[in-house]
């Protein structure tokens, strides 16, 4: 059974993908009465930013006499710029480089722990290809990406690649040693296998004035390095047998 955090995500994602294959259905809920049809059809619904499986709205302040960043209140992504014409995505996307390195390096040592196996390097860059993979020299990849998904398919995929460090192939065994650490691995695959183009997508957002400016957080920055070229891959392709 899937856990309720992924059921919502995949309602709220699959919620998004109609609103952008019928927008005749769900209308411009932003547009001004009055407005020509060419600006209303342009006219962005709300900026939204996908983290943690969840939709979460995305502020704009414009601060030309502070550093350009993001940051984060656990609710609301806070974007300082320094024009209208700065690159809004750009910052979010490399927030959630930086969020991937964090915190996917830490959970996957504390999985590592509790699966009893050992790595040698966690590496995080932009996959587009494949979530994850495990090389047949302990270096575990991750694509930045998966900071997206809800918290419990993102720990499926570390024990995914850590379960390859004891077989490094897809057998039965395999699959029963994923098992005992992820019970609900099935439904975490199904999600992927819906969601994937969400997930790979790129961040997309329109600059909007606010009324107010909201207090400026901490930012954490990290240049994510190459890994080596993995034999076992966690990839949407993968994911469909």
């Known amino acids: 059974m899937a856990d309720t955090q992924s059921v919502i995500s995949d309602v709220k994602l699959f919620i998004e993908r109609l609103k952008k294959e019928l927008p005749e259905v769900f209308g411009q809920p932003d547009a001004k009465p009055g407005a020509a049809a060419a600006d209303t059809a342009s006219a962005p619904e709300g900026n939204k930013v996908l983290y943690n499986g969840d939709l979460l709205e995305a502020r704009m302040y414009l601060t030309p006499d502070q550093e350009e960043g993001v940051a984060f209140d656990g609710t609301v992504f806070h974007i ?27 959970k996957t040592k504390e999985w590592a722990e509790k699966i009893g196996v050992e790595y040698n390097n966690i590496v995080i860059k932009d996959q587009k290809t494949c979530w994850a993979s495990c090389s047949g020299k302990k270096n575990i990849n991750y694509s930045y990406r998966i900071v997206k998904m809800p918290l419990a398919v993102q720990d499926y995929l570390m ?39 969400s997930v790979f997508a790129e961040v997309e957002l329109a600059y909007r004035e606010e009324p107010e400016e909201q207090p400026k957080e901490n930012k954490i920055s990290a240049a994510p390095s190459e890994p080596d070229s993995p034999p076992n891959e966690a990839s949407p392709r993968e994911e469909n047998h």
């Open 159 to 197: 024990i995914h690649e850590l379960c390859h460090l004891v077989h490094m192939n897809h057998g039965q065994e395999y699959w029963q040693l994923v098992a005992q650490y992820s019970p609900d691995y099935k439904s975490h695959r199904r999600w992927l296998n819906e969601n994937k183009g």
């Open 80 to 106: 300082y710029l320094h024009t209208k014409d700065s690159d809004p995505a750009a910052l979010v996307t490399e927030w959630l480089r930086n969020k991937a390195n964090e915190t996917l390096k830490a």
